[in-house]
């Protein structure tokens, strides 16, 4: 189990990781935590002639709150956010979410952005991401743009990420919502979720639910709460649309199944 | 030692350097300058015939020495010999055919590890696939693709056993029930996994190879033949320290062998160490057993007779020591019951799956999951009190020792009361009330129970039970356990042991030290205990090495005998110099004295001086060395009788488990709200180490129950190749377990103890499905209960409920 | 920029348990692989090489982290770790170590060094964790032999004592 060679450098600016990026295109892979990539390198699962290792970037390691959005750079550790002192007060869903990915010695090295750019469809950061309908930043030597969460995460492993673009940082709005939970079911303490469902409860009483885990993506739907009924059957409608799929741990029908009780439970939490 | 150390809490010789990162594990020894480094290309089919290997680009890449298949291992060895004569051939290298996904197709040989990965990708094989066989029931089919043609079948071992009058006692009973159970495949894999190193001396036609093997040592010659070497030129040395085994080291072996013909073809010393990957898809699995049983039951419950067919599934190839496991537990088949008539028809089937092997639990857990589940079906049907159907058939305790209907002799015990204390202390009434409260609730909870008889130290006879008895008459009695210990004594009066024992994290040094230095009235500290093993200078016998629990009932008695000798003679040589009869000396507080005239003393250096620099001054006839060997078998462990019973293990301890589960509405979890689990392993011999042992083993049983097992598709492919999908728990998944002791001392150990570190393999994963069954109230329960699983089982019965 | 080509051997320096020390290494060399067989403290054990069993864990910079998802080269520079530093040089355990002892939290002591570093830098964060939080970190790890009982029993004590272990050690 060791990786097959690559040529390995770690730039000092983002700058020359955009030239290196332009350079190699889909050659190289970011070298950010880790965490996902060397576990598949370690197995020959993928190619990287090229490691461009952006974990010691200080202009990517920050944390940074306007009044709009809270920007978290491609350098900054899930840890790192976990500890970031106002993380509860203003942003409680991420608070609620974020202690479910992995465990306390992934997350000391695993990055925000890079579980983002790794888009595997039962991680909690991109359900988190697409619950506060956040941005993720790319910017190569063509330019910068901020694509949409909904428009950013395509399928499993697929994202709108072109070769030579680095996810610079990803930007989760102020919510506006008043309650939040989080729930996910896993078969162990710190496995990828087998489904990970999040909900937000706006001042009008507005309902947005969000899983992962039920589709290559993570997916969001805005539910009328009126009442658990109502609520209920909305939620067993988005089920069947869903379909979910089949592996080893949980049979598509099992995972609606989980979808309908564990949404009508965040529901709940969320609505009282 | 008679009085046991239940209230000494003492610290583990061991643990100082595993805690400072000085431990002596395989791969942290040095290797010899030159050493090259091998990986294994393996199949990735499970079933195909090898059309043609081609290694040229492998070869050409730079770093590479060798390129080996099975076509090089065919010219340089002979095939494994296995336990069942059948036209099986196996070797270190697919020859010919694949059988499994992952079996060993080539070895490249190169100057690191990480170029030999890379040479691997090179060697190309062509492979023209075979349609393959996974379940084992559809294995015995006559249409079933053959993986062994030359065999003709794949059930290679068929044997029917009858022990009393089973047909009369099924036709005089008021009732029959029946069931089918199926035991997973899993492992405990350790989280060190498989090293070998090994070096070859073409002069001497000689193999000197280190391994993290860990017994039995029976398994020495089987390497040596395949080597097409005499004994003494197969020099296997184990390291001082062990990353775990749970019996999963001894299928290291296949791969000594190879690697020793790596390390003669290239000239060069060769090492191999084994990575995560390539232990979940190869390096050994617990058999997987369907098991269909039956009983003859009075209306009340009692069990007249039983009849078994256990069809045990092997895997691709029948090992040495195999099939082990389904004889293991022969002459205790009928657990902790006192049933007179029992049935067994055991049947061995490969089927395309990796080759299973030795594991903790031996054949145990198999075997009382259906027993277990059994008297709880009986207790469904009958409409009787589950705990009340297994007090019924229970042994008595005064029926000890007991000679059970199919030969084994339990030495001690009284599970009445052991099951009485355990319902009482481990509050039986407030699990009931938990179950009532959640029910009320709407919450499916459920309590279940399981009896097992714990069998330490393996009768070496037992696998010839599979032999008609006229082939045993052909071949030879096989019987008994050889144990040895040996203490030395240097001229400083410092004290080593070394035994017949692998290590492996149980404590096997602080135990032997403890024993060692009460009889020598030396402190633990005094003694040290040296337990790497090298076939070439150590006391072994075929016996030799950890597994099914052979320690306390074994080498510590061993010990204990070596000292006791050692003592003896000190006593002597003490005697002479303190002008005492060697009856008046006792050996206390590291000093030797007169008993009647304790100032009369001599320091216990002094006296071992005496042998070293003076023999002459010894008593007379008396050997000068202090050094004591001592060599152990117990009478007890006889060949099996004509009529095929067989006294499978010297010792039987006893364990009761109750348990209290619910099933999570939401994840389909099966959560274990309450574990108690009381052991009658007769002597204790230290409380804590045994405490350690059993909630290891607790973590396994309830690893075997929930989370861990070797998944393939029908066509064979392997799905659990990772740590992500193969589900070792964590300190999460394991619940707590309330541990309660009641000791029966064993007669027939000098110690008194008996084995205690494989119980809960065998009772945990009967206990919580039992429990299962009783929350969920369905009779088919399938293990590992994953939630996948639960919710198949609730669907079926229309109950997942839209809430 | 530090480049290095994928066949070429550099040399990485790095601070191992205070003292300086460097070796070769290819750029895809694991940092687990070069602290046993380049630097030669064998005291860190692999398990399993894709992250989940933990017995590879060291400190870099303080940081528990998974050595076997780690380059040599990404530690360059850097302060590692390991279980060899945990002892005073005369052997004597520190707290940690020595309630892992007294409470028989180790059986083969494979996973052990693995343990011990993640606490070291856990408790150094959370001097007096709740056995939630000890429970949570621990689950980052694999242990085969004990069920883990003992192991949470031997930091309950070391986190309610006062000497939890600083960074330092
Ligand atoms: C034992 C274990 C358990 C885990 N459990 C979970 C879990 O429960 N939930 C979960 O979500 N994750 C889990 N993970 C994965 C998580 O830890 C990773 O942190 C995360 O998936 C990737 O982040 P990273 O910084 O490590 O990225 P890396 O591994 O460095 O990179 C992952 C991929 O993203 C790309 N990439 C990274 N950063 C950028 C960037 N800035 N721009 C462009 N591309 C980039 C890389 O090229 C690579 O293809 C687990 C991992 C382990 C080892
Ligand atoms: S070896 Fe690194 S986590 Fe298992
Ligand atoms: S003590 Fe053996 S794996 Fe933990």
Request: aromatic share 6%.
């Amino acid at each position: 189990m060791k990786p097959r060679p690559f040529d390995y450098v770690r730039p000092d600016t983002v700058e020359e990781v955009l030239a290196l990026l332009a350079e190699h295109g889909d050659e190289a892979r970011i070298l950010a935590g880790g965490q996902s990539l060397i576990p598949m390198l370690n197995l020959r699962l993928i190619e990287a002639a090229v490691l461009i290792d952006i974990s010691r970037l200080a202009e990517l390691d920050t944390i940074r709150s306007d009044g709009g959005a809270l920007e978290v750079g491609a350098a900054v550790t899930q840890n790192k956010l976990m500890a970031w002192p106002d993380l509860a007060r203003d942003f409680a869903l991420l608070a609620a979410g974020l202690p479910f990915v992995g465990h306390f010695q992934t997350r000391n090295k695993g990055t925000v952005c890079g579980s983002i750019a790794h888009a595997d469809p039962s991680s909690e950061l991109p359900l988190l991401l697409a619950m506060y309908a956040g941005e993720v930043v790319l910017r190569s030597q063509r330019g910068t743009r901020a694509v949409p969460a909904e428009d950013f995460h395509k399928d499993m492993l697929t994202t709108a990420r072109e070769a030579d673009e680095l996810v610079v940082t990803v930007r989760f709005p102020h919510p506006s919502d008043r309650r939040v939970a989080f729930r996910e079911i896993a078969r162990r303490h710190g496995d990828f979720a087998i489904i990970a469902v999040a909900a937000a409860a706006g001042a009008n009483g507005a309902v947005t639910l969000g899983v992962g885990g039920m589709a290559g993506r993570p997916m969001t739907r805005a539910i009328a709460a009126r009442d658990a009924a109502s609520a209920a059957d909305a939620i067993g409608q988005w089920a069947e649309e869903l379909e979910g799929y089949d592996d080893l741990h949980a049979s598509a029908a099992m995972r609606r199944d989980m979808l309908r009780k564990l949404a009508a439970n965040v529901v709940a939490e969320v609505a009282q | 030692m008679a009085e046991s150390s239940t209230t000494t809490k003492i610290r583990r010789k061991e643990d100082a350097s595993l805690l400072s990162g000085r431990g002596r594990y395989a791969d942290d020894l040095p290797v010899p300058v030159g050493t090259l480094y091998a990986h294994v290309v393996r199949s990735p089919h499970a079933h195909a015939d090898i059309v043609r290997i081609d290694a040229r680009r492998a070869l050409a890449h730079d770093g590479v020495w060798a390129v080996l298949t099975g076509e090089d291992v065919r010219k340089l060895s002979d095939p494994f010999l296995a336990a069942v004569k059948t036209p099986v051939q196996q070797w270190s290298l697919a020859v010919e055919r694949v059988r499994y996904v992952g079996e060993p197709a080539a070895l490249v040989v190169a100057e690191s590890r990480y170029v030999a990965e890379d040479a691997a990708e090179l060697v190309e094989i062509e492979y023209a696939p075979l349609p393959a066989v996974i379940d084992p029931v559809a294995a015995c089919a006559k249409s079933a693709p053959l993986l062994h043609p030359q065999a003709g079948t794949n059930e290679v071992s068929v044997r029917e056993f009858r022990y009393g009058d089973t047909a009369a006692a099924f036709a005089r009973a008021d009732r029959r029930i029946a069931m089918t159970t199926t035991f997973p495949r899993l492992s405990f894999t350790p989280i060190e996994c498989y090293v070998v190193v090994a070096r070859h001396n073409a002069a001497g036609g000689s193999y000197d190879v280190t391994a993290n093997f860990q017994g039995p040592f029976s398994m020495h010659p089987v390497m040596a033949r395949a080597l097409r070497v005499k004994g003494p030129k197969l020099r296997l040395r184990i390291p001082p320290d062990s990353g775990g085994s749970f019996g999963i080291k001894l299928s290291v072996f296949p791969y000594i062998v190879l690697m020793a013909l790596a390390a003669r073809v290239t000239g060069r010393p060769v090492k191999w160490v084994e990575d995560r990957i390539e232990h979940l898809v190869a390096a050994s699995s617990g058999p997987n057993r369907v098991t269909q049983i039956e009983a003859a039951l009075t209306n009340d419950g009692c069990v007249l007779a039983l009849r078994l067919d256990q069809l045990e599934d092997y895997g691709a190839f029948l090992r040495a020591p195999m099939p082990g496991p389904l004889y293991r537990m022969q002459g205790a088949v009928t657990g902790a019951y006192d049933i007179a008539h029992v049935d067994v028809i055991n049947r061995v089937v490969l089927t395309n799956k990796m080759p299973a092997s030795l594991i903790r639990g031996f054949g145990g857990p198999q075997l009382y999951l259906a027993l277990e589940r059994l008297m709880q079906r009986i207790a469904v049907e009958l409409d009787l009190d589950p705990l009340e159907v297994i007090r019924r058939n229970l042994i008595a305790g005064e029926k000890f020792p007991y000679r059970a209907a199919a030969g084994a002799l339990y030495d001690s015990g009284d599970y009445a009361r052991a099951v009485e204390i355990a319902t009482g202390d481990g509050r039986l009434d407030e699990l009931k009330r938990r179950r009532a409260a959640a029910r009320a609730q709407g919450r499916r909870y459920g309590i279940g129970f399981a009896a097992i008889v714990e069998p330490a130290m393996s009768n070496m006879g037992y696998l010839s039970t599979l032999m008609s008895k006229e082939a045993r008459e052909k071949a030879g009695p096989k019987s008994g356990a050889v144990s040895m210990a040996t203490v030395n004594i240097d001229p400083l009066g410092a004290v080593t042991v070394t035994a017949d024992v692998t290590v492996q994290g149980q404590s096997h040094e602080t135990v032997l030290a403890q024993i060692v230095a009460k009889a020598l009235g030396l402190r633990p500290d005094d003694v040290e205990v040296v337990l790497e093993m090298d076939t070439a200078k150590d006391q072994w016998s075929i016996a030799a090495g950890t597994y099914s629990s052979r320690f306390a009932s074994g080498t510590a008695v061993a010990a204990h005998m070596a000292a006791v000798q050692m003592r003896e003679k000190l006593k002597a040589i003490a005697a002479k110099q303190l002008n005492v009869l060697p009856a008046d000396v006792e050996l206390s507080g590291g000093k030797i004295r007169s008993r009647s005239n304790p100032d009369n003393a001599l320091p216990f250096g002094r006296v071992a001086a005496t042998s070293h620099w003076s023999p002459g001054l010894l008593p007379e006839s008396m050997a000068p060395a202090l050094s004591e060997t001592a060599a152990w078998t117990p009478q007890e462990l006889e060949p099996p009788s004509r009529d095929d019973r067989i006294n499978t293990s010297l010792t039987y301890g006893f364990v009761f488990d109750m348990c209290g589960v619910e099933i999570d509405p939401v994840s389909y979890q099966v959560r274990v709200d309450r574990y108690v689990s009381m052991h009658d392993a007769g002597r204790i011999l230290n409380v804590t180490i045994a405490g350690g042992q059993i909630r290891g083993s607790f973590a396994q049983g309830v690893a075997a129950a929930l989370y861990e097992e070797f998944a393939y598709n029908e066509e064979g492919a392997f799905l659990t190749g990772t740590f992500a999908d193969y589900l070792v728990p964590t300190v999460s998944e394991i619940p707590e377990v309330e541990i309660l002791h009641y000791e029966s001392p064993s007669p027939l150990t000098p110690l008194g103890a008996k084995g205690l570190a494989e119980g809960n393999c065998m009772s945990t994963p009967a206990c919580i499905a039992n429990a299962i069954a009783d929350a969920l109230g369905v009779a088919d329960v399938t293990l590992p209960a994953t939630p996948r699983r639960i919710h198949a089982l609730l669907e079926r019965a229309g109950a997942t409920g839209k809430r | 920029m530090r480049a290095v080509k994928g066949d070429q051997k550099t040399r990485i320096a790095l601070t191992l348990n205070g003292r300086k020390l460097a070796a070769e290494a290819e750029p895809r060399l694991l940092l687990s692989d070069f602290l046993r067989h380049g630097l030669g403290a064998t005291g860190t054990h692999v398990g399993c090489e894709h992250g989940v069993c933990g017995a590879c864990t060291v400190l870099i910079d303080g940081v528990a982290v998974r050595s076997c998802l780690t380059l040599a080269v990404q530690a360059e520079g850097r302060e590692v770790r390991t279980v060899e530093s945990l002892a005073a040089p005369d052997g004597a355990l520190n707290p940690l170590q020595a309630a892992f002892r007294d409470h028989h939290a180790l059986q083969c002591g494979f996973c052990t060094p693995g343990i011990l570093m993640s606490f070291t830098d856990f408790l150094a964060r959370n001097p007096q964790p709740s056995e939630a939080q000890i429970r949570e970190v621990l689950s980052g790890h694999l242990c085969r032999c004990t069920g883990y009982a003992n192991i949470v029993e031997a930091i309950k004590e070391v986190a309610s004592s006062s000497h939890a272990p600083r960074s330092e050690g």
